[in-house]
């Protein structure tokens, strides 16, 4: 399999169209078009559906897809750690957060990234847990941020700090911000309308674990990914939410929700780092660790 025939393929099926990957990559339409088809020549699958609109991945472009975008990191992985014998720290790090987590954390994090080491870059994507530990394990991330991670001989955990859950509801009109409503007990939660995301997110999954040791189960009102969708749903009058302090302060609007503590001591949710241990990690990966360690207890506890 050619690698460049492969970087062509993802790039055309992450784009869905060969003009945009054509331009892209600085590459003639044609040329493009010719190499993608020899590598569907080659594995006898079309990888494509090519329509007036652009070109949509067939299912065994999916799967093309998800291996493409892993060998390609780890050749650029393998690039890096060449150029390290030159000196310095050097290479790139792609990096996976949680959205709530990534946007208290992406700016700081940078910022202190470029100072630390200016020859290194840094890629950030936000997803899910489930598909944070998917890219971690395709190879497409080095680095993740993972809400209640679980034990696994694939994973080396670290943990990070303790985030409170707090059951987010519509302020009700005229009710001011002061006296902030008092804890609700985690029994009375369990007969409250939920707007939850769907399983297996990694809070859902808290959540239900922490109801069941009390003998309860979540009642759904509806499942929804997405904190926005979530918080807007809220607002709609659909039912209460549990997100991390870090989701509701950053919405767009935090002041029209309020916020309680779950149980006494109160509800919180583990924030760990991962890593693969199928590879071993770079040295500008390692500097990186050491960055999230530091800079993570600071900036995500302090909002």
């Not at 993608?36 to 080659?42: D, M, P, S």
């Not at 190879?139 to 991670?149: E, P, Q």
């Not at 997110?201 to 759904?220: D, F, M, P, W, Y």
Request: contains cysteine; neutral net charge; aromatic residues 2%.
């Amino acid at each position: 399999m050619d690698l460049k025939q492969l970087e062509y393929f993802v790039r055309v099926a992450e784009l869905g169209s060969f003009t945009r990957a054509a331009l892209e990559l600085e590459v003639a339409q044609p040329a493009l078009s010719r190499q993608v088809r020899l590598l569907e020549v080659e594995l006898r699958q079309t990888l494509l559906l090519r329509n007036g609109r652009g070109a949509v991945p067939t299912e065994a472009g999916k799967v093309l897809l998800e291996h493409g975008r892993g060998i390609l990191h780890q050749v650029q992985r393998a690039r890096d750690d060449l150029g390290r014998l030159r000196g310095g720290l050097s290479g790139h790090v792609s990096l996976g957060l949680p959205s709530s987590v990534a946007r208290v954390l992406a700016v700081p994090l940078i910022r202190a990234f470029r100072e630390a080491m200016p020859d290194a870059r840094l890629s950030i994507s936000e997803a899910l847990s489930a598909g944070l530990q998917e890219g971690l394990a395709s190879g497409r991330l080095d680095i993740v941020v993972l809400y209640n991670a679980q034990p696994s001989r694939e994973l080396d955990i670290t943990p990070l700090l303790e985030e409170d859950l707090l059951l987010v509801g519509a302020r009700p009109p005229g009710l001011h911000e002061d006296p902030p409503p008092g804890p609700v007990e985690l029994k009375q939660v369990a007969d409250m309308p939920l707007v939850i995301p769907s399983r297996p997110n990694a809070i859902r999954l808290h959540i239900e674990s922490k109801l069941a040791e009390v003998g309860c189960r979540a009642t759904v009102a509806l499942e929804i990914d997405g904190v926005a969708a979530i918080l807007d749903l809220v607002l709609d009058g659909a039912g209460c939410a549990i997100l991390s302090r870090n989701a509701l302060l950053n919405s767009a609007r935090p002041s029209a929700y309020t916020a309680q503590q779950i149980g006494t001591p109160p509800l919180r949710i583990a924030l760990s780092l991962a890593t693969s241990l199928q590879r071993p990690a770079t040295p500008v990966q390692k500097a990186t660790l050491e960055l999230i360690k530091k800079i993570v207890p600071t900036v995500v506890a302090g909002h």
